[in-house]
């Protein structure tokens, strides 16, 4: 994480969203409110998980009682979440000099998304409509007073936030007037005036990007052209003229992450690139001269994509390099940050660490260190003293000694690929007892992957004795370029065969009881579930959808107006249903058309504003299969969207599904 980070301060917040048709009014619920399964058929589910177990639902998945700590620019306040007794997240300042508290941002009926520093004295904040995505940018005083919603429109998709450092102004893209394509607008966080930057004109080939520096001048932009083709234009500082840098296909990366402003060239930025290579690299590249001035950093195995740069009082040097490989690792650059990397190296030994927040002068920081058995911990470090001091543990009722190992794995697939993944095993699975296994394969799918560390889930199965598996199957983000498009026009194929040859793997190694393995995942592992009781029904005992795809055509239909531009790069990466082989091969690995080879059983649950996956994809899965006398309980949440992230729904969740595995597993 960046030294200088504020959350907003150059971050995006990307929101690759499926907007649905069916909203909720006051006279009517989305979806098909009939199918959902009752208060007491959800209650004997639960009821199914009984034993003697030390640590409950609520000790994994209750919010913790304080948590994103951030420290203001000038380093005198000290902002976080603290929960109340209604499981809401409000934030408060502590005023560092003379410790008063007070509260700054009120949590109500919506959760607050995301919040950070704009200045010293004032702080935002993000927030939908009960999961659907429709994301307003809010500001307000640090005791709360002032506040603005700073995108006050209906019905827009905010894509990405900018913070102009030292001035009153962030930069925000949006699709308020086409909602096909997003524009850039300078709003004043203090006054809420704001202005709108350029103009996207062109819907068949529009701007996909847009390059600010440090000052929030424009200084290029990337227009996908026909959906296929990404092209890079950079602004001449003596013309003023845009001119292409660079025309490349979709599937290949060449993306601006910051301007070197260590650097008296003007011109010269931190670049990420897979040409002439199968991973992604990062290089310092003269955008004027169209030249790599030099490799920064590469990996033979991983891709890497990740920098992090001090701020202006250190001259904007670069400060680590960080990418996920086997586990999280970071690259130290400076002075500065070597010092701090060994400090907190010989302090945490093995566990992972890394910068949540500073001030801007980098004499506080704020450093949160994980494990694969530790949840959490915040810890000040004085840059000055170089000590650290706890700050705060976030699941202190979690103790390391009780916790199970995740293990990196790496198999081979049946055509040869090599396959990395992880493992997360109980104890009795490490003293030689085959133990349940449930396999939960990653949303997405392209370009996501499963890391190393804490995970409420693998660890609560832990908690009742059953492993769980995670497979970076072909497609998976983070491997190159060969192995991510591997997998395109594959979902549901190949892809599903790379993870039953990791249930094989996992099997082979002893640890599994092959007769008890469950399949369970959300969004894109929703569907892997329902196409893992379709394509091997054998191998699983039962298994759990959450929010998943159910049928390719409708998933398809449901895209909104903003995913029109992205149609064509859709079609490669999953299928082109406009051509007659392939929209075969859809309807194939479409779940709700094979609902006769399943035979085992299913739980469905869904968030009802689910603006990725339509509630109508798990509607339709349940209807079919109870309209073959296939009973299934179906669970849906009315105030959620693309998965439940209100405490009480995530928790109710959760013991569902102990109780459905532990229904299933003792048949």
Not at 13 to 22: K, Q
Not at 164 to 190: A, G, H, L, R, W
Not at 632 to 641: A, S
């Amino acid at each position: 994480m960046n030294l200088n980070s504020k959350i907003l301060g150059i971050t995006q917040v990307v929101i690759t969203s499926l907007m649905i048709n069916a909203q909720t009014t006051e006279n009517k619920l989305p979806g098909d409110p009939t199918l959902v399964s009752s208060k007491a058929t959800i209650e004997k589910l639960i009821s199914y998980d009984k034993g003697n177990f030390k640590y409950k639902v609520e000790d994994y998945f209750a919010r913790p009682k304080a948590s994103q700590f951030k420290i203001s620019p000038d380093g005198l306040y000290l902002s976080y979440k603290e929960k109340d007794k209604d499981s809401k997240n409000h934030v408060y300042v502590k005023d560092l000099r003379s410790g008063k508290i007070t509260k700054a941002l009120v949590e109500k009926d919506d959760l607050i998304r995301s919040y950070g520093w704009l200045d010293k004295k004032r702080l935002f904040y993000t927030q939908d409509k009960g999961g659907n995505e429709n994301i307003h940018l809010y500001a307000a005083d640090i005791d709360g007073k002032n506040l603005k919603d700073l995108t006050p429109f209906e019905g827009i998709t905010l894509n990405s936030v900018r913070l102009i450092k030292d001035t009153e102004f962030v930069i925000v893209s949006m699709n308020k007037n086409n909602k096909q394509i997003f524009e850039p607008y300078k709003i004043n966080f203090n006054t809420g005036e704001i202005t709108q930057l350029y103009e996207n004109k062109d819907v068949k080939s529009p701007i996909d990007d847009y390059l600010f520096d440090r000052q929030g001048n424009l200084r290029g932009y990337t227009i996908l052209e026909n959906g296929l083709t990404t092209k890079l234009f950079y602004k001449d500082l003596q013309t003023g003229k845009f001119n292409l840098v660079k025309a490349t296909d979709w599937k290949d990366t060449f993306s601006v992450i910051s301007f070197n402003d260590n650097s008296k060239n003007k011109d010269e930025v931190y670049l990420v690139t897979n040409l002439g290579s199968d991973k992604s690299r990062i290089v310092l590249y003269d955008l004027k001269k169209n030249v790599i001035i030099k490799e920064v950093y590469s990996n033979p195995t991983f891709d890497v994509s990740s920098i992090a740069q001090a701020g202006k009082s250190r001259n904007y040097e670069l400060d680590y390099i960080s990418y996920n490989g086997i586990k999280n690792e970071t690259i130290p650059v400076s002075k500065f940050y070597k010092e701090i990397h060994d400090k907190l190296t010989s302090e945490f030994g093995d566990k992972q660490f890394g910068i949540a927040s500073s001030d801007d002068k980098n004499e506080k920081l704020l450093v949160v260190v994980d494990s694969d058995k530790l949840y959490g911990k915040y810890y000040e470090y004085d840059t000055k003293t170089k000590t650290t001091k706890l700050l705060f543990d976030l699941m202190p009722q979690l103790k390391e000694e009780d916790m199970a190992e995740m293990r990196p794995i790496q198999f081979k697939s049946r055509d040869g690929l090599t396959i990395h993944g992880y493992i997360t095993l109980p104890k009795a699975a490490l003293s030689g007892e085959k133990v349940p296994l449930i396999v939960n394969p990653h949303g997405g799918p392209q370009g996501i992957r499963d890391d190393w560390g804490f995970n409420p889930e693998t660890q609560l199965f832990a908690s009742r004795g059953y492993a769980t598996l995670q497979v970076n199957f072909r497609i998976s983000g983070g491997y190159g370029k060969e192995f991510q498009t591997s997998g395109y026009k594959q979902i549901g194929r190949k892809a599903m065969d790379d993870v039953e040859d990791g249930v094989k793997y996992a099997i082979e190694q002893g640890w599994i009881d092959k007769n008890k393995v469950a399949i369970y995942g959300g969004s894109h592992g929703g569907y892997a579930t329902l196409m893992g009781l379709i394509k091997t029904p054998d191998l699983y005992s039962c298994g759990v959808d959450y929010v998943g795809v159910s049928n390719i055509f409708t998933f398809f239909d449901s895209f909104p107006e903003y995913w029109k531009p992205y149609k064509e790069m859709v079609k490669q990466i999953w299928y082109d249903l406009d051509n007659p082989e392939e929209a075969k091969i859809a309807k194939e690995v479409s779940p709700v058309f094979q609902i006769d080879k399943i035979k085992k059983p299913l739980f469905v649950v869904q968030g009802a504003n689910d603006p990725r996956v339509n509630i109508n994809e798990s509607d339709q899965i349940v209807k079919a299969l109870r309209s073959k006398g296939f009973e299934v309980p179906y669970m849906v949440k009315y105030d959620e969207g693309h998965g439940f992230g209100k405490e009480p729904n995530r928790i109710e969740f959760y013991k569902s599904m102990l109780g459905f595995f532990a229904e299933n597993f003792n048949k």
